[in-house]
């Protein structure tokens, strides 16, 4: 089950862009992952001819693939398709006028 979280966006571009300076918002969803995790066991026996067993698990983290539509207050949408592990991501946003948007994400 995917945890709706929210994303804010602010554009930034040309003076004369339209959008420069307007935060976009909205819910954000996480689609699928490539995160693994699994378990090991190991069976044997001893130089004293005992058996032996050892277990051990891995896991990895992979990226996570999310979703966002988002609005601003001046009536405009974006839907984004986003990739990435946390603190950094990427993706595009595409605006109701299909203009598409280059997104990289950074922790501050």
Known sequence: MSQV?????RQS???SERGTGVVH?????RVAS???FGFATA???NSRGQSA?????????GDKYAKAILSSTDGHGLRCDLVGQFPTAGGICVDDQRRV???VMVAK
């Open 34 to 36: 490539n995160d693994t």
């Open 5 to 9: 979280k929210r994303l804010e966006a």
């Open 13 to 15: 571009g040309a003076p």
């Open 101 to 103: 948007y280059d997104v």
């Open 53 to 61: 067993t050892a277990i051990s698990s891995a896991s990895s983290i």
């Open 25 to 29: 918002s909205g819910p954000v969803v």
């Open 43 to 45: 069976y044997g026996v």
